[in-house]
Structure formats: C-alpha cells, structure tokens
C-alpha cells in the first residue's frame, strides 16, 4: 500500500487529532502517503483532500475537535454513493482507509470495504456507547469537563441550599451520565438504558434524603431520557420544586461537553489506536474496527462489532445507587 486516506465522521471528539497525527506518523514510518479526507464522506464524495505529512500534523495532539473537520452525511447511506466513493478513492490513489468516528460512520466503513476499499475503523465518539470496545477516544476528556462544570453548579446550589437538574450528552447511551453522576456526587441518575420513576427514584429520593439533613441535591440526566421519554430537565426541576419544597435549576451542558484539549487517557489511548488502524491496513487487513479490551489495544471485524449489543454496567449502576444517600 503506497497511499491511505485518514477522515473523521459524525460527532467530533477530544483526541480526534491525536488519532489523526498517529495515522500519519505511522504511515511515515512504513513509506505511505497520507491523504487527508476533510468532512467525513461528504468531502470523499466532493473531493475535499488535503495531503498530510509528518510535519503538518504538528501542534494538533493538545487541541480538541478535529483540524480535518467532520461532517454528517446522510447519502452514504445509499450504494449509490458508497460506490463513487470507492472510484474517487481510486482515481485518487487511495489504497486503504482509516475512518474515526462512531458506529454510523463505522456502517460506512463496512460499505466502503464491501465495495473494494479496506477500511479500518477507530472509534472516536464521548458517548462511549460502541459495544465492542471498552473506550472510544474522547470519553475520559468530556467526563472531566463534565465533573469541572458540575463541581461549580454544586457550589452555587449549596450556598442557596438548591436542587439542580443537569442534562448530559448521550442521545441513545447513558454512560456519562452515569460515569459523570458517581463522580460528582449526585443523589439521583437517569439514564435511558434504565427505566425509572421520577416519584420513586428522583423525589423520594430528595426527600429521604433532605430529611437526613442535606440541603442541596444534583440530577444527573441523559440527553437520550428527552428523546424516549419527552420529558426536558426543565419540566423534571419544575415538579420537583413542586414535590419536594426545594427550590429547583435545570442546566442543559450541550455542546460545551465535546470540546476543550483532550486528556492523557484521551492522547495516549488515541496515538495507539491510529498506529494500530495503519499496522492493520499495511498488513492487508479490510473491515476492521480497532478496539481497546481492558488495557490492551486489539481489533475486532466490523459486521461482528455492529450486531453486538452494549448492556449498561449493573454493578457500577447499583454503586451510584447505593452510595447516594
Ligand atoms: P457516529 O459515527 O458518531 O455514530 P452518525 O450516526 O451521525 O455518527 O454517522 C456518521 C456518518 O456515518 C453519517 O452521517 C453517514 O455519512 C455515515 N453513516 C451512518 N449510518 C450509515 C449507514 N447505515 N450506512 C452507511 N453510512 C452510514
Ligand atoms: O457525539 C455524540 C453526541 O455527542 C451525542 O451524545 C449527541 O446527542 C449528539 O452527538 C449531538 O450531536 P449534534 O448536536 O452535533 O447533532
């Protein structure tokens, strides 16, 4: 393989670039060019190349999202443009494909492999939701964006003796709500995975709690809560003010969670996956994803990848329960 590509797809993440300047490193190191994909598929199929080397990808491991741009794009959905991706890739001197994303841009990768052009995918998404790995690049960093934002919230709302409800990213996975919930204390968690009663797991909570003699109260609430169930943390802060006698915010973080420099984690496990993606692309592999399994950096094929399914961890959930008292 004398030349690959390298883009980054769907949602950025912190270390994105990390991943990226590994890419290129490692492929220096083997006598491969890079080509720089800019907007995930959608610059594949217009042609939005930037050629990367082990120079330009300097002063990239620190800074968060990523410096080749994402995009979403829905027609690659369809054979039709999997297929004039594939001739692009070609006319271009494309051999293999590295593409950092989550598992929708992982379906594209399969498509593109099916269809002629090796893929290895890396996963790179905050939600940590991809089943076949323990960690996707990004999770570690927004986390602890996550714990510094709500350990400011905590000091306004004790000194006001106030509940605060938070809504975390996580459209269809609850694990940073959960992760981030542990972490920052937070006497109730809801989390799409789990189903739960607002009278039952929020304000009896609060209250059982209150009258141990806390005075303030966090919620911590998946995104994907709104998307299943309709109900905004807004409408949550107003019945429990109502319920519980505690005067109640809500605090929606957004998008504020997907940036800022990544962490140590973040780097280090990003610079190992983006080496592997190009050992396993130079060694003549197609339609793999990297993965990370306890500590260790392996890989697993895609289609196996899509069809597992990922549980949310029981006894970490029982933890929060337990301990917020
Ligand atoms: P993520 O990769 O973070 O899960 P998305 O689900 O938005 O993000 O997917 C990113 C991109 O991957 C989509 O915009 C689209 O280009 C591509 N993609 C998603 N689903 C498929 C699919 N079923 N087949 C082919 N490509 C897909
Ligand atoms: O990157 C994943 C994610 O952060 C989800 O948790 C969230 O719902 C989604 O992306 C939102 O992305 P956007 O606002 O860019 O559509």
Redesign the pocket.
Known sequence: MNKIGVLT???DSPGMNAAVRAVVRTACCKNMEVTGIRY???GLLEEDFVELNMRNVCDIIHRGGTKIYT???????YEES?RKAVEIAKKNGIEGLVVI????????A??LSNFGLPCVAIP??IDNDIVCTDYTIGFDTCLNTIQHMVDRLRDTIESHSRCSVVEVMGARAGYLTLNAGIAVGATAIVIPEIPYDIEKNVIEKINRTKATGKNHFIVMVAEGVRFRDGITVEQMAKEIEEKTGVETRATVLGHIQRGGSPTVRDRVTASQMGTKAVHLLHEGKSNRVVVMHGETITDHDINEALNMKKTIDMDLYNCAMEISL
């Open positions: 797809s769907g949602g995930g598929y959608k995009a979403r794009c829905p027609e690659f959905k999997v994303g989550g598992d929708g841009s992982f379906r594209g399969r498509d790179g998404t």
